[in-house]
């Protein structure tokens, strides 16, 4: 018997020809600082890293606690099955949310519970509870999270793209996942880590099943800058036009009849007039992120990005209606 693999979904490139403009990945169109881009381009590829990534380790954190990996979605991955070597029996997964978590969770036989609030949330079993803060897609953020009785992972890729509020408490003793190349435009560098609220069970299967030089070189050095006064100057910069292009984005699609939920991040969920649009958008070069596999059949992601994309969406979405009309 041979299983259908369980394959995710994504916005951003897949393998049809290149999108002239991209409003379907969630990364930052202002690429990264300049400093931070040259440590990348100078990265050493002729050595390996040092495989205990000790200096990063203390740079970022404590380095007892820090895990290394291959990005938010390897970290998925491996924090799931970590979870499960320690005893967790359902992953519970905020719906709409980002697709791995269940992905993760079914590839190793897991119960999948989704929740939309936090008071959905009641296991029956040892439990891996994901939070996504602020979500993907919707871009949603909840006031205060309580205390949960799990083991508890925040997922924090968009938090340096949250564009209004401030980031809620966390439940205590839950785990961090960073993965900041969203936030700085190198969606190509794959690299970020965990914090661990403690060097338990979970922690040790995550550290063990880490594969050896899990981190590039380059990855190394992505990760390194990513807590210097000047990315995080750069990031505020980046974070005051980013409002800027969203607020003019939304008043096109407001205009063109596109129904928008609220959001504090720089993309968020819309309803285009017709289930149609993505499809002919893509005809026109212009990439929407279809939200069906979200369970929002209708609707789109779309992401803010520059003036001169925001004038070709508008050009599309007239011809569109002028077809229709
Ligand atoms: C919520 C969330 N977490 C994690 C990831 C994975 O990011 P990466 O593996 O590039 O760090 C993504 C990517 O879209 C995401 O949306």
Not at 146 to 151: F, R
Not at 163 to 171: F, I, S, T, V
Not at 234 to 252: E, I, N, S, V, Y
């Amino acid at each position: 018997m041979t299983l259908s693999p369980l394959l995710p979904e994504h916005g951003g490139p897949d393998d049809g020809p290149a999108a002239a403009f991209d409003f379907s990945t969630n990364a930052s169109p202002l690429g990264p600082p300049p400093a931070l881009l040259a440590a990348v381009q100078a990265a050493d590829r002729s050595r390996y890293p040092d495989p205990g990534y000790r200096a990063l380790r203390r740079l970022v954190g404590d380095e007892a606690l820090v895990l290394p990996t291959a990005g938010g979605a390897e970290g998925i991955r491996r924090l799931t099955l970590a979870a499960m070597l320690a005893g967790r029996r359902e992953v519970w997964v905020p719906q709409p949310g980002f697709g791995d978590y269940a992905l993760a969770a079914r590839a190793l036989g897991l119960a999948v519970k989704p929740y939309a609030a936090p008071a959905d949330i009641a296991p029956e079993a040892p439990a891996l509870v994901w939070i996504c803060e602020p979500c993907n897609p919707t871009g949603a953020s909840v006031e205060a999270w309580p205390a949960l009785d799990a083991l508890v992972i925040v997922d924090r890729a968009y938090e340096p793209l949250r564009l209004q509020g401030d980031a809620p408490a966390l439940p205590p003793g839950a785990w961090q996942l960073v993965c900041p190349n969203k936030a700085l435009g190198l969606t190509g560098i794959r690299a970020g880590y965990a914090v661990a609220p403690a060097a338990d069970a979970v922690w040790s299967h995550a550290l063990s099943l880490a594969p050896s030089w899990v981190l590039s070189a380059e990855g190394v050095a992505m990760l390194t800058h990513w807590p210097s006064d000047d990315t995080q100057r750069w990031l505020a910069g980046t974070r005051a036009t980013l409002r800027d292009w969203t607020a003019a984005q939304r008043a096109l699609l407001a205009d063109l009849d596109w129904a928008q939920l609220p959001s504090n991040t720089n993309f968020w969920l819309a309803r285009p007039p017709r289930a149609d649009y993505a499809p002919r958008l893509r005809e026109r070069g212009i990439r929407v992120r279809d939200a069906a596999s979200f369970g929002l059949p209708g609707w789109v992601r779309v992401s803010a990005q520059p003036p001169a994309a925001r004038q070709a969406l508008q050009q599309a979405l007239l011809e569109i209606e002028g077809e229709d009309a």
